[in-house]
C-alpha cells in the first residue's frame, strides 16, 4: 500500500474559493488526492516531492505533521490583520490581494523559481512581493507613480534595512543634517510620509505623531522580513518595479512565464480621487495625472468606451510578452453603473479568446461591501 501524506488548511481559511484555490494548488503537485474532514483536510500518495509542499504551499497550515513555510512566515506580522505579514501591510491601499491567492495562483500555473512573473497592474505590489518570497523573478508595471513607488519600499527595503536603520533620527527626530544618498533609503520614509498623510486625511489623526509610529512599525515589518529570509533559507528572486503604460509593455514578445494581475475595475474605484492626498504630496497635479489612468479618464458613458479600448491594447499587450503554452490570471468583477450591471468579466473573456487565449477557468470570488459596488469577482485564468 502506498504512502499517505495529511494535509491541513490554515485555520483563517474561510472562503469557498479559499478551499477551491487549495484544491487546484495541490493538484498542480499531485493530482491523486483526498478530501476529509469536511474540507479542512487532504489526502495524497506520497511521490517524494513532500520538502517541495512544505516550501511552496499557500493555503495549508501541515504537510504530513509538520508546518508549512508560509505557515511561519504569515508569523511575522506587526499589523493585527492576518493577510498583512512581512512587508504586506506598508500603505493602506484598496483593493488589494490576499498574498495567499496570489501564492496559491502561482503554484496553480506552475511559476518555477527563477522564472518571471509579470503584474501589469501592479498596485501595491502584493503579486511582485508574494514571487520575490517564492524565489521568482517579478516584474511590475503601474502608471500610478504612488503604486511604484509603494512596491519599491516592499521588495527593495529589506536590501538596505542598516542603511534604514541609520538614517532614523535624520527623518524621524531631525538630529543628523546628511541626508541619504541611496533612493531606497528615501523611499521607505517617502512611504511612511504618505501613509501619515493618509492617517490625517482619513482617520484625522495627527501627522507627526503617524510619521514616526508608521515608520517605526515599517522598520520592524522589514526587519521580520530580513530575519525570515535567514532563517527558513528564502532563495529571494529579483525585481524590477516600472513606472509605464500597459498600453505599450516594454517587454519583448513571449519574455514572461506567467500573468497574474487585477486591472482597474472600469467606473467601480477612481484610484487618483482614492489617494489624492499621497499624489498631491508627491506634487503630483490631480487632473492632468488622472488623463493617463485607465478606467479613470473620460465621463459618463465615454468613460466605458475608452476603458474598453484601453484594456483591449492592455490584453493585446499581455498576450504578446507571455510566452506560448503558459498562462495569464486575471482577477476581474462586474460593475453597476445607473443601477444596471455591466457583464466586465464575459467581456473580458470574449476579448481573450478573440486575440488566441484559451480560458481554462473562471472561478467565482465571494467578496464583502466592497465599496458598495461589488458582491463578487473572478479568477479568470487563460492559456497561450
Known sequence: MANIKKL????????????????????????????TNDFREFEIKDDGNF??????????????????DYYYLQEYNQTKSVNQFLTHWIYPYKGKFHPQMIRALMNVIKIKEGETLLDPFVGSGTAVLEAQILGVTGIGIDISPLCVLISKVKTESVDVIDEIKKYKDYYLFKKNSKEPSDERVKNFYKVAEMMAHSDQSRRGRNFDSSFVNDALKMI????DYSNAIKKHNLKIGKTKILEDDIRKIPLKDESVDGIITSPPYSIALNYVANDAHSLKALGYDLDKIKE???????TGLNKFELYDKDMEKAYSEMYRVLKKDKYCVVIIGNVTFQGQEINTTQNVIDYCEKIGFRTIKKMEKIIYGLYNVMQKEYILIFQK
Open 8 to 35: 491541513k488548511l490554515l485555520n483563517n481559511i474561510q472562503f469557498i474559493y479559499e478551499i477551491a484555490l487549495a484544491r487546484l494548488e495541490l493538484q498542480s503537485f499531485n493530482p491523486d488526492l483526498k478530501v
Open 51 to 68: 520538502n517541495e509542499l512544505k516550501r511552496r504551499l499557500a493555503y495549508f497550515k501541515t504537510v504530513n505533521g509538520e508546518y508549512s
Open 220 to 223: 520592524a515589518s522589514v526587519e
Open 292 to 298: 493617463d489612468f485607465i478606467g479613470v479618464r473620460g
